[in-house]
Antibody, heavy 116, light 110 residues
Framework: QVQLVESGGDVVQPGRSLRLSCAASGFTFSSYAMHWVRQAPGKGLEWVAVILYDGINKYHADPVKGRFTISRDNSKNTLYLQMNSLRVEDTGVYYC?????????WGQGTLVTVSS | QSALTQPASVSGSPGQSITISCTGTSSDVGGYNYVSWYQQHPGKAPKLMIYDVSNRPSGVSNRFSGSKSGNTASLTISGLQADDEADYYCNSYTSSWTYVFGTGTKVTVL
């Protein structure tokens, strides 16, 4: 079945870096654009970044632009989010999702906590 | 990119119908028919309920329906059930492969 599994979430200090991964299975990963979406504790969903199927074109939301970088390895069916210069406000659950002008499916999420 | 505007909360009794609005601009909701809706129970990942304004994925109850008029999209839940109690988020394509979510609506079944 179509499945996405995130990993890499951790507790880190402000200013540090973290890389999240999203392992895809059950579909042709290289044919789809992929997204990262996050949710701060008790808050709503926030779109973070997208990468097109070929890994060349990518776009990031303004709050993370210049600090986060989305990437993918189609040979490993894996999506990544490199997060640098982390801030307290980056704390939350990070989801990966497959895109077809809508988001489906979603992974179970991985928790990132930025705290001193 | 500003979040789409949704009511913070909507409530209804079992069996009733409720409607959640999602207001954007001509640059997102009004400009594209790429509006989708997601249901999220506490501690769970979001689940797709409606895509392309009014289409239901396989497996989603026909009690859920979507529509759009101008810059406002709507999700209607008919025959409200206890399990419908959750948070609901709208989403719209904006431009250049970017998307924006709504502020979220908590649905309470009285």
């Amino acid at each position: 079945q179509v499945q996405l599994v995130e990993s890499g979430g951790d507790v880190v200090q402000p200013g540090r870096s973290l890389r999240l991964s999203c392992a895809a299975s059950g579909f042709t990963f290289s044919s789809y654009a992929m997204h990262w979406v996050r949710q701060a504790p008790g808050k709503g969903l926030e779109w973070v970044a997208v990468i097109l199927y070929d890994g060349i074109n990518k776009y990031h939301a303004d709050p993370v632009k210049g600090r986060f970088t989305i990437s993918r390895d189609n040979s490993k069916n894996t999506l990544y989010l490199q997060m640098n210069s982390l801030r307290v406000e980056d704390t939350g659950v990070y989801y990966c999702a497959r895109e077809r002008e809508w988001f489906d499916p979603w992974g179970q999420g991985t928790l990132v906590t930025v705290s001193s | 990119q500003s979040a789409l505007t949704q009511p913070a909360s909507v409530s209804g009794s079992p069996g009733q119908s409720i409607t959640i609005s999602c207001t954007g601009t001509s640059s997102d909701v009004g400009g594209y028919n790429y509006v989708s809706w997601y249901q999220q129970h506490p501690g769970k990942a979001p689940k797709l309920m409606i895509y392309d304004v009014s289409n239901r994925p396989s497996g989603v109850s026909n009690r859920f329906s979507g529509s759009k008029s101008g810059n406002t999209a709507s999700l209607t839940i008919s025959g409200l059930q206890a399990d419908d109690e959750a948070d609901y988020y709208c989403n719209s394509y904006t431009s250049s492969w970017t998307y924006v979510f709504g502020t979220g609506t908590k649905v309470t079944v009285l």
